[in-house]
């Protein structure tokens, strides 16, 4: 394999395979593959690491009448990637959505990257084997997996993070590139099911709450109508039940009331073969709605050759078909979760408190010196001082190394303390028969200090520390950090105490997050709903929590020596929150920092920041775009004359298209691995508040080392040297990226442009079209 890889380099030629199928792209008539039969045209794209799987999908395909718009095995994966056909497919017109077979991830970084990139346009829908520990196994003995495949809790959640779709089947896998093909998505998870029999309703009911989904109310408004269009023998709830002789016009008619329903976001509608029904007409009638309201509508036309004509005009239509309610159940929440996952990429992110540069500073200092004495874990005294560093609130600990101390200490702390041992590397993992004293007794302090240390053994201890007990009723939660062999360091939120292990309520999360990523992590537990005040339960205060896991998050980014860190309990009541115990462990000593595992998802780029100063003595700062920027962006476009809208976008877009959240946000919520966004931010002088004074990005170019680049200056400040300056600071961002020439496309009347890119060193090429290409060239 290295030698095919290798002369496929020299040649400049890419490679699919070995141990692979091959390529069809039947809209070519291209048969690359090892076939005899071409895939039939369609617009799913289909990328699998099986050859076999890929044979079989081919033959069910013919069966099914399913068509492809590229039909692709790549086996070993030698030279192409996920994120090269990713990419490929994402720019084919001729795609509408991506399915994908998988065993192993590869390059998760570059996965992730495309993925994201790609997800907000097109579906991508994955069914990934090895969810299992035997099915893991099995694909790490695979002829495509030579890696650890890592956990499968953290692959759903870098799915989930980027917007792709998992199913667990190969029928779920085409039934959802074949719906989100055909349907909108929906808004929510309420779905309202009309069905000719209570039956089959209460089947999919139960499949759509298993899945996640949710059965939708009734509004009054939609009962008074469907009052008057149904028997009155009707059930009056949901599932709608139109009664078994149900006739096209009844059905016409409840699905039309059910449409206008603001209490739900989609329907199903169900029939059954009865002895008046038909089956045939009602899909025409049903096929003609209105679409108007923007709902998914999908459909269960239950049986064999009765329903078999019927079945086929709902597909003609757009409208998804499926043999059996549940199914049709199943694949609407799945349908939301790919939604809800697509949204929490534009959702703005909660601006957050300063960096704390120098208390960071001090927990690298403390990391550092750990290692330079050869030590591989922390004691808790050191580790709850990372964790304050980074803005993490930890409950008063002190450190006793003498029974007279620790009577002391518990004296100054007050009563009932808590005690176990500090030195490192015994862990809170160590039972110990006394850990809280309640009390007022010197003595017993002292006792129990001489017991801890006796029970160290020969494990040594850097003394005992000491804390207040807990004292009221409240949770104890697991904040952890992990590292992945495939995915580097994680984070992990949930249940915690002595059980955490036995209930493994947890949500794995890639850091960093924001403030929209950690509330989404911690809504997939089931303490949440507790921590949130669920059926009378205390409630928490659960933006604070938000903020808890973002720092967390920054502190595993930051401090890449750190291995493991577990805080069991974080104690969280009404009033407050704070780490009552903390271990972390380090990399071995000798392990260099060049070889630490990477995020799979590139980290904020703070170094890109630099101060400047305009020629009217306003100072200003230059750094990379932030998630919770969106807010000053919709400031900053109320700034820009008509002429610099006309100039930068080269067409004339008016300012509600200008601010409309789908696009600001993915301005703000960027990949750092494929663009870096830059704005120039001052404080405002009338309010004290920041205000946006410039943007400018470069954006990797598909299969090249090229970037293209973008400008736009506030016309409030035009003409003071901040454009020639973010300009200059896009290029040092260019060349410290690698990125080999930086392209730009200028309209031809905007002659400050030409005369700024030529100051700083690009080569204005001949028009193409009617505007100006500009290219500057790394020296």
């Known amino acids: 394999e290295a030698q095919i890889r290798e002369r496929a380099r020299r040649g400049g030629i890419r490679v699919i395979g070995p141990n692979s199928l091959g390529i069809m792209n039947p809209m070519r008539g291209l048969n690359a593959a090892y076939s005899a039969n071409i895939a039939l045209k369609g617009s799913v794209g289909f990328i699998s690491q099986s050859g076999a799987l890929c044979a079989s999908v081919l033959d069910w395909s013919f069966r099914a009448k399913t068509g492809f718009s590229k039909f692709v095995s790549f086996g070993a994966m030698v030279d192409v990637q996920w994120s090269d056909l990713i990419y490929y497919l994402g720019d084919d017109p001729k795609t509408k959505s991506i399915v994908i077979y998988m065993e192993s991830i590869g390059d998760a970084r570059s996965f992730l990257s495309a993925a994201r990139e790609v997800a907000l346009t097109k579906p991508i829908i994955v069914l990934k084997a090895g969810q299992t520990e035997s099915g893991a196994r099995a694909a790490r003995h695979s002829a495509y997996t030579s890696t650890d495949t890592g956990d499968d809790a953290v692959l759903a959640a870098a799915l989930t993070r980027c917007g792709v779709l998992r199913v667990d089947d190969v029928e779920t896998l085409f039934a959802m590139a074949d719906t989100l093909g055909k349907q909108p998505r929906p808004r929510g998870p309420r779905l309202a099911i009309v069905s000719n029999a209570a039956g089959p309703g209460i089947l999919a009911t139960d499949a759509l709450v298993r899945a996640g989904g949710e059965l939708a109310p009734v509004s009054p408004a939609t009962m008074d109508e469907l009052n008057t269009v149904l028997p009155p023998y009707w059930n009056r709830n949901n599932p709608v039940d139109v009664v078994a002789d149900a006739d096209p016009d009844r059905y016409s008619a409840a699905l039309a009331a059910v449409a206008k329903d603001p209490a739900n976001d989609g329907m199903l509608v169900i029939l059954t073969p009865q002895a008046t029904t038909d089956p045939t007409a009602t899909a025409e009638a049903i096929g003609r709605m209105d679409r108007g309201h923007g709902k998914p509508v999908i459909a269960s036309w239950m049986g064999g050759d009765a329903v078999a004509q019927g079945a086929r005009i709902l597909t003609e239509h757009m409208v998804p078909c499926f043999a059996y309610p549940d199914a049709a159940a199943r694949v609407y929440a799945a349908m939301w979760r790919y939604s809800y996952a697509l949204r929490g990429l534009y959702e703005t992110a909660q601006p957050l408190s300063g960096e704390g540069g120098e208390a960071r500073e001090e927990a690298r200092r403390i990391v550092g010196a750990a290692r330079a004495l050869g030590r591989v874990s922390l004691t808790e005294e050191e580790s709850k001082a990372v964790l304050s560093a980074y803005g993490l609130p930890v409950a ?11 009577a002391a200490h518990a004296g100054a702390l007050g009563w009932p303390v808590s005690m176990k041992l500090n030195g490192s590397p015994v862990t809170c993992d160590l039972q110990i028969p006394i850990r809280q004293l309640s009390q007022i007794n010197a003595d017993e302090v002292r006792r129990a200090f001489d017991r801890l240390m006796e029970n160290a053994g020969e494990a040594r201890a850097d003394g005992v520390s000491i804390r207040p007990a807990v004292r009221t009723a409240g949770y104890q939660i697991v904040l952890a950090a992990f590292v992945d062999p ?12 002595p059980l955490a292990g036995v209930l493994r ?16 992590t911690m809504e997939r537990t089931r303490i949440s709903r507790a921590l949130r005040g669920a059926r009378g339960s205390i409630a928490v205060d659960m933006e604070r929590l938000e903020q808890i896991l973002v720092s967390f998050g920054d502190l595993v980014v930051d401090l890449p020596r750190i291995r493991e860190i577990e805080i069991n309990p974080l104690f969280a009541t009404a009033e407050r929150i704070e780490a009552l115990d903390a271990r972390i462990v380090l990399h071995d000593a000798d392990v260099a920092d060049d070889t630490l595992p990477k995020p799979a998802i590139r980290p904020y780029p703070a170094r890109y920041t630099r101060e400047a100063v305009l020629k009217d003595g306003t100072r200003l700062t230059m750094r990379p775009i932030r998630p919770e920027d969106e807010g000053m962006l919709v400031a900053f476009h109320k700034t820009l004359s008509s002429e610099t809208v006309y100039f930068r976008y080269l067409r004339l877009l008016s300012f509600d298209q200008r601010i409309r959240h789908e696009r600001l946000s993915q301005m703000c919520f960027i990949d750092y691995a494929r663009q870096i966004g830059l704005v120039a931010e001052a404080r405002d002088p009338d309010t004290g508040g920041h205000r946006i004074l410039a943007i400018s990005r470069i954006v990797r170019i598909h299969g090249t080392n090229d970037a293209d680049f973008a400008l736009v200056v506030s016309d409030a400040v035009q003409g003071q040297g901040l454009g020639e300056a973010m300009l200059r600071h896009l290029l040092d961002v260019a060349r410290d990226e690698k990125i080999s020439r ?31 290409q500009a290219v500057f060239v790394k020296e």
């Open 396 to 406: 008063p600990t002190l450190v006793a190394r003498g029974a007279d101390e620790a």
């Open 486 to 497: 495939q995915f580097g360091p994680c984070i992990e939120f949930g249940a915690g105490g």
């Open 742 to 772: 930086v392209i730009g496309v200028i309209h031809p009347e905007n002659t400050p442009m030409h005369r700024l890119c030529r100051k700083v060193g690009f080569t204005l090429c001949k028009p193409v079209g009617d505007e100006v």
């Open 505 to 520: 309520d947890r949500a794995i999360a890639l850091p960093p997050v924001n403030t929209t990523l950690a509330r989404r």
